[in-house]
């Protein structure tokens, strides 16, 4: 009976041993180096870099406040906001007077900047993870004359810089067409630059 025992457990302890070293690390590093190999941008975060220094990923959002600078989506990850690791919504339902009462007052002060034209929802509204770095190119253009005046420049030559900047959807249908907050306000640097 313990013979017995032993041999039905012994095949049973090999393939465990053999799974957990073929499934925990051999393919996990198989995927990471054909990542390095195939992806290797992707792979390490996109990251943007001025330099040898590490100003940002195209996948996570920043926040920008200057007027000088498009602004992206409002952001409920962590105290701040944009916190990678609290990154999380609000949680707060089509019935919360908190959520009405932000965005209440972020359509006001939008609208004070500019009047008679109506506030794309991506500016007051945040994102599933609160970490999207993409607004819509209508938020973008809704942004030019608080930038242009900020910067001293005059509105064409900055709605220029936003048509270039709109990425497109994938293959010409997956996805929307969307403006990556960060790579626009680099390159409006670049082009442009704050006295």
């Known amino acids: 009976m313990l013979s017995e025992l032993k041999s039905a457990l012994r095949p049973a302890l ?57 602004h992206g989506r409002p952001s409920a990850a962590g105290a ?34 500019a009047p008679g034209r109506p506030v794309p929802p991506d500016l007051v509204t945040t994102s599933a993870s609160g970490l999207d770095p993409h607004i819509s190119p ?16 005059d509105d064409a030559s900055l709605r220029s810089l936003v048509e270039a900047s709109v990425e497109h959807p994938l293959a010409g249908i997956l996805g929307e067409r969307r403006v990556n907050v960060l790579m626009l306000n680099r390159a409006l640097d670049a082009r442009f630059p704050t006295k």
Do not use: W
């Open 14 to 70: 090999v393939l465990t041993a053999l799974f957990a070293l073929l499934l925990g690390l051999v393919y996990p590093l198989a995927l990471t180096a054909m990542g390095q190999l195939v992806f290797p941008e992707q792979a390490n975060g996109s990251l943007v870099r001025d330099g040898s220094k590490i100003v940002g990923s195209k996948l996570i959002g920043q926040r920008f406040l200057a007027d000088a600078y498009f």
């Open 80 to 113: 701040v906001g944009y916190d990678a690791a609290a990154s999380s919504g609000s949680n707060l339902g089509p019935a919360s007077k908190a959520l009405a009462d932000r965005v209440a007052a972020d359509v006001k002060a939008l609208t004070a900047t």
């Open 138 to 153: 209508e938020a973008a253009f809704f942004q030019i004359a608080r930038v242009a005046k900020a910067r001293g420049i």
